[in-house]
């Protein structure tokens, strides 16, 4: 790439990158009012969500604030209470992932919104009923569902209705509307409990009635859809570069990715899989602090139910502060750099939790309440900052698959670890010595969200780079040009620590025959492997005929014509070579168009068909390439990836295969060959690739890589005459 067009790729990239609200050291954000005003948007959609999050709130600190007198009306102890919640964990761990892929599917994100509301609030009401311990078991397992299904559709929803110049802002007032939850249910159980003398039964009843008429403000959400405010806007000014207007969002076909697929898509970005670890070891805190907490307010200060009550709730008011607080000074400088929300909240998160384990080892009450409220708060500005930062470099429609992440690491992962590894702590050494020990992995956890962000502007910049591909293709689609058949651009992938692929651009035109040759261990056969599906790349793209499979399964990849022999192990020994021969042919349909896949097999390899009932791993190695080859006639795929073709093979059997290979090919079948003998595969080919160290270091014609002694003489030539047929 030359000084010119790297100066017009970064110009590029800033702009795309100002769209979001970002890069611009010297602007500052207007006020959120101000924001809003000027791109009429309502406010409306902030604060029904919100509303709907202190309702969900009800459900959870009820139970957390009652448990006490709960277990001792049905008779079991703190220990059940830490089971339960962590079963609770398990099942908010487990919500996310259908939710997520439901919204994928069908969207409906803000009817969704109302009906989790109602749900939580018909929990609240059936806990109130419950007289024996298994109904309150499945009482809590449906309340963390619910629970974690909210995880994955408020915040997502917030995002795309709101532009990215306010996200921290926004996401920060939803968390004051979460602390607010805290505040106002615990408030509401001291006055029901205090001067209205309600029991606990009597409580949930009057909670759960308020929930279910709060969720009515769900009737006015709106769902704008996937990056209305964000990638729309980040892909018209990409348009406008490539010659198109800057109000006409790109469209280049992308399938949509299936939850696995989705997942595993979102684990390839390093902030999000760095978020995903901390968040799991601050789920080991979590689960057993909130059984800790209010029986050591119980135990250690003999406080009732509603004082309890006021404690929380005293202790969320500075919770509500800090959080706005935080939104207002943190957005101008997340501008400029995105990290810095995470390194704020990280290195507050580390302080909030020693604060609350030095809090409780104290003696007295006032002082231990004013510095458990300062920790309390601290830890609290975790959720905005961690949730702005990762949906900023997660595409839109990936946002509720993130959400589901981040909640299945702090609930499923870690609460039921901390359940299993912390919860026995009390017994030893007392319920203040056990909250004060969770500071450690408290910690542990605030570390590592200073360390996920560190990776936040490379992420950035992956995610940038990918729109502005998308838009020059959308270019070359206006132009008439069409697209390659296979585009493999800025391929990079590694192996644990070590790092395979630098880099790495290929293309194949259609019903073009490639040679990919190179050294040993350079990473041919492994760059097949992503081509094919099979190792999903760090970073990069992988597009057939345009459409971006970069993360699509394998099986959907065979699905689309791309078909992977690799050397030596392309069949089954025990089957068949009939068997193998119908399984090629099972994805053709119906009975006539599979026999005749198999028939054009057989009539391409006679071989074969004397050996129909023969196990593959009785076949000579020879006569196992055929049949992998085989499975190319019997489906005439759109891309054949064939890994060392001749490798162990006589030279008569090299000369058949070869001779099938380009009938293959003269069918319209596009072929990569990886290919040990460089004379073979170069008299094979018109193009021809040469890797070395994971780099692509020629790419060209054929006949000029033979005069590339260079390279070449570290490939193994045969000695031999170039088959030819």
């Known amino acids: 790439m030359n000084d010119s067009t790297t100066t017009d790729m970064d110009a590029l990239r800033a702009k795309a990158l100002g769209t979001l609200g970002l890069g611009n050291a010297a602007e500052t954000p207007p006020p959120l009012r101000r924001l809003l005003r000027t791109e009429n948007l309502p406010w409306t959609p902030m604060l029904v969500i919100g509303l709907l999050a202190v309702v969900d709130s009800f459900a959870n600190y009820a139970f957390l604030v009652l448990a006490p007198d709960i277990a001792r009306t049905l008779g079991f102890g703190m220990g ?28 409906r994100r803000a009817l969704l919104a109302g009906l989790l509301a109602v749900i939580g609030s018909l929990i609240g009401l059936g806990t109130a009923f419950v007289v024996v311990l298994p109904a309150i078991v499945i009482v809590q397992l449906l309340a963390g569902l619910a629970n974690g299904a909210v995880s994955a559709v408020h915040a997502p929803l917030l995002s795309d209705n709101y532009p990215p110049a306010a ?168 501008r400029r750099d995105p990290s810095i929300a995470m390194r704020w909240a990280g290195v507050l998160v580390v302080l909030g939790v020693v604060l609350s384990g030095i809090a409780v080892l104290l003696p007295w009450f006032w002082p231990m309440a004013v510095l458990f409220s300062i920790g309390f708060a601290c830890v609290g500005l975790m959720i905005p900052a961690v949730t702005a930062t990762t949906f900023t470099v997660t595409p839109s429609e990936l946002r509720p698959h ?76 206006r132009s008439g040009t069409p697209a390659p058949l296979l585009a493999c651009r800025a391929v990079e992938f590694s192996y644990g620590p070590v790092q395979v692929l630098h880099g790495v651009d290929l293309t194949v035109r259609e019903g073009e025959m490639v040679a990919l040759l190179g050294t040993n261990g350079a990473g041919k056969s492994t760059l097949m492997k992503v081509i094919a599906g099979l190792a999903p790349p760090d970073r990069g793209s992988v597009r057939l005929g345009g459409l971006d499979v970069t993360y699509v399964d394998a099986e959907r990849r065979s699905g689309m014509g791309v078909m992977y022999v690799p050397g030596g192990r392309s069949v089954f020994p025990t089957l068949t070579v009939h068997e193998h021969l119908r399984l090629f042919a099972r994805p053709l349909g119906g009975r006539a168009a ?76 596009a072929v990569v ?8 595969a170069l008299n094979c080919v018109e193009h021809a690739y040469f890797m070395e160290r994971g780099r692509i270091r020629f790419d060209g014609r054929a006949k000029d890589l033979l005069g590339r002694d260079d390279l070449l003489r570290a490939v193994f030539l045969d000695g031999a005459e170039a088959v030819r047929t």
Do not use: C
């Open 673 to 680: 060959l990886i290919e040990q003998s460089a004379n073979l």
């Open 167 to 334: 996200r921290v802002r926004v996401q920060a007032v939803y968390s004051t509307f979460v602390a607010a939850g805290v505040i106002v249910a615990p408030l509401l159980i001291a006055l029901l409990a205090g001067p209205l003398n309600l029991t606990w039964r009597g409580i949930l009843l009057v909670l759960g009635t308020l929930g279910l008429i709060a969720a009515a403000s769900a009737l006015v959400l709106r769902d704008p859809g996937f990056g209305r405010l964000d990638g729309d806007r980040m892909r018209g000014v990409i348009a406008e570069s490539t010659g198109g207007q800057a109000d006409e969002p790109t469209d280049s076909p992308t399938p949509d990715l299936r939850l696995g697929e989705a997942l595993r898509r979102l684990m390839v970005i390093p902030t999000v899989k760095r978020v995903v670890r901390a968040q799991a070891v601050f789920g080991m805190v979590n689960v057993p602090f909130q059984a800790y907490l209010f029986y050591y307010l119980d135990d250690r200060w003999n406080l009732a139910a509603d004082q309890r009550g006021l404690f929380l709730a005293g202790a969320s008011v500075l919770v509500v502060a800090a959080t706005l607080l935080f939104g207002r000074l943190v957005e101008p400088r997340f």
């Open 594 to 669: 599979a026999q005749a896949g198999i028939d054009r097999a057989l009539a391409a390899f006679n071989d074969l068909a004397e050996l129909l009932d023969t196990p593959a791993g009785a076949l000579s190695g020879g006569q196992r390439q055929m049949l992998g080859v085989a499975r190319a006639h019997v489906t005439r795929p759109r891309l054949l990836l064939i890994d060392e073709l001749s490798i162990g093979l006589s030279p008569k059997v090299v000369g058949e295969l070869v001779t099938q290979l380009r009938a293959i090919n003269e069918e319209g079948t």
């Open 402 to 477: 993130a959400s589901a992440l981040l909640a299945i690491a702090l609930g499923a992962v870690g609460g039921t670890a901390g359940a299993l590894l912390l919860s026995g702590l009390d017994q030893q050494i007392g319920l203040s010595g056990a909250i004060a020990a969770l500071a450690l992995p408290g910690a542990i956890a605030g570390f590592l969200i200073v360390r996920a962000g560190g990776g936040v502007a490379a992420d950035l910049e992956a995610m940038v780079d990918g729109a502005v591909e998308r838009g020059q293709l959308d270019a070359q689609r």
């Open 80 to 107: 059940t209470v830490t089971v339960l919640l962590a079963l609770k964990s398990v099942a908010i761990g487990v919500a996310p992932l259908p939710t997520s892929a439901w919204i994928a599917r069908w969207g």
